[in-house]
Every structure is written in structure tokens, then in C-alpha cells.
């Protein structure tokens, strides 16, 4: 640190805080992202459970449907038929729909689930046949067995647990993402204004430290080279930046107007003793002519 210059020193100092904001802005922008992934994981499990619930409802209300009345006319009938046949479709596609966005892991933990809606979507798809070719009392009859209502009891308790699952897993992500969004807030707050506080005071004191005082010493030490007519003690000569080259240079001058202020007393006491010598001389030469 002392082989540096001052300005090198400052330049340093600013980099190294341009630095630690860098890093704290990506930090940032990494919590962003991850804030992100989490919104986006609670999202899809929304979606999940919002087609588990949708294929549920469809299942149920297929289900009603294959309970029309017999004894209506032939046009109830078939149109109750239709109905049914329709409402299949949509079970169907309410099925595929969901079983596609489900993850793999899902699949694995609920290896019955899609079995059970295409039995139920055969069964119902027999039942609008059976009501067409035979009779709608068959067809009633059909709709109305023990199988059947237990595939459809299964179905409703597979989606409603995977509905839950889902909702409890899209709560915590968004618990998560709150969490996260806070020590991002607290993170982003220190970034912007801890660090460039910290560092204003760090240059403050570099400079007061390292910059003003020593130049106000070395100012008194100028003063000092100026009057005096000995070498004085330089401070901070020692330093390898601007300063110290400074000090050793108000040394050096320091030592120049010595050795000038001794010469020049020495010359004036040379020139008093020659004067000395002259009178004398005088005196003498006076008195042999006496």
C-alpha cells in the first residue's frame, strides 16, 4: 500500500467499492432470478391444481349426467345422451390436459390416476352406447353399478389430494418468495446505501489521514527550511507516494540552505578575519615608518 501513489491509492480505494456494489447488484440480480424460478414453480402448481380441480368437477358432473330418467320420452333421452357424450369429451380433455403438465415425480406418486379416468371415460362412453342401442334402462343400469361408483369415488379422492398437495406446495413457494423478497430489500438497502456511506467515510479519512495532515505538516516543515539555518526534520519521508517525495525533496532544500547559510557564514568570517589581518598589517607598517 505504501509503494502506491495517492492517486493510485484513491483510484484503488473507488474501484474496490465499484466492485462491492458490482457484487451486490449481481447478488441482487441472482436473488431477482431465483424470486422468479419460485413465482414461477408456485404458478405452475396453481395451474396443476386448477386442472386436478377441473378434472374433478368434470368427472362429477359426467357422472350426474348418466343418471337421466328412463321413462321420459325418446327425444329426452337422446338428448340426455348427448349431454353425456359431450360431457365425456370434455373429461377426456380435461384428463389429457392435466396428466401432460404433470411432473414426472407426480406420475410416479399417483400411478392410478389416469388408468382410473379412462376406465371412467370407457364406462361413461358405454353407457351413451348402451343408451343409443339397447334401451335407457340399461344404460341406467350401467350407469348405476357398484364399479362405477367406486372409480368415480376414487377419482374425486385422488384429484382432491393431489389438488391439496398442490395448493400447499404453491403456498409454501409463495412463502418462500416473500421470505427471499425481504433479504433481497434488506440486501439491495445495505448495497445502496451502507457501502457508498462506508466508503465516503473511508475516503474521508484516507484523505484527512494520509492527505491533508501530512501537507499541513509539511507547509510548517517549508516554513521551518525557510527560517532556519539548520537542517530540520522532515516528517514523512518515509512514504513512497507524492507526499514522500515531497518531504524528501523539502529535506534536500532544507540541507541546501544549510550548507549555503554555512558557507555564507563562513565567507563572512573569512572576510572579517582578512580585514582583521589588513588593519593589523597597517598598524604595523604604520608604526615601522614611525
Known amino acids: 500500500m505504501r509503494k502506491l501513489g495517492l492517486t493510485a491509492k484513491i483510484s484503488l480505494l473507488f474501484a474496490l467499492l465499484g466492485l462491492a456494489a458490482g457484487l451486490g447488484l449481481f447478488s441482487a440480480v441472482r436473488g431477482i432470478d431465483e424470486i422468479r424460478k ?19 368437477n368434470r368427472v362429477a358432473q359426467t357422472s350426474l349426467l348418466s343418471r337421466f330418467d328412463d321413462t321420459a320420452g325418446d327425444r329426452a333421452v ?22 401432460a403438465a404433470l411432473p414426472e415425480m407426480i406420475r410416479r ?21 348402451m343408451g343409443r342401442e339397447v334401451s335407457p334402462k340399461a344404460a341406467l343400469v350401467e350407469a348405476g353399478a357398484d364399479a362405477a361408483r367406486q372409480n368415480v369415488r376414487e377419482i374425486i379422492a385422488t384429484t382432491a ?64 527550511a525557510s527560517s532556519s539555518s539548520r537542517v530540520i526534520d522532515v516528517p514523512h519521508q518515509t512514504r513512497g507516494d507524492e507526499i514522500g517525495q ?30 582583521s589581518r589588513t588593519r593589523e598589517l597597517t598598524r604595523i607598517a604604520d608604526e615601522f615608518e614611525a
Do not use: W
Not at 365425456?88 to 392435466?98: G, I, K
Open 38 to 56: 419460485i413465482d414461477r414453480q408456485a404458478l405452475a402448481d396453481l395451474a396443476l391444481a386448477n386442472k386436478a380441480a377441473l378434472l374433478a
Open 78 to 99: 337422446a338428448m340426455a345422451l348427448d349431454q353425456i357424450d359431450a360431457a365425456v369429451e370434455l373429461t377426456d380433455s380435461a384428463r389429457a390436459s392435466l396428466i
Open 109 to 129: 406418486d399417483n400411478p392410478t390416476l389416469d388408468p382410473s379416468i379412462r376406465t371412467f371415460i370407457a364406462f361413461q362412453r358405454d353407457i351413451v352406447t
Open 161 to 224: 389430494k393431489l389438488t391439496d398437495e398442490l395448493n400447499r406446495g404453491a403456498q409454501l413457494s409463495a412463502a418462500r418468495s416473500d421470505a427471499l423478497a425481504g433479504a433481497l430489500r434488506l440486501r439491495v438497502i445495505v448495497t445502496a446505501l451502507c457501502l457508498p456511506l462506508i466508503g465516503a467515510l473511508f475516503v474521508i479519512y484516507l484523505l484527512r489521514t494520509r492527505l491533508t495532515r501530512p501537507l499541513r505538516e509539511l507547509m510548517a516543515a517549508i516554513d521551518q
Open 246 to 275: 515531497l518531504a524528501r525533496t523539502v529535506r534536500s532544500l532544507s540541507e541546501v540552505r544549510a550548507t549555503l547559510m554555512t558557507r555564507e557564514a563562513e565567507a563572512d568570517l573569512a572576510g572579517a578575519h582578512q580585514r
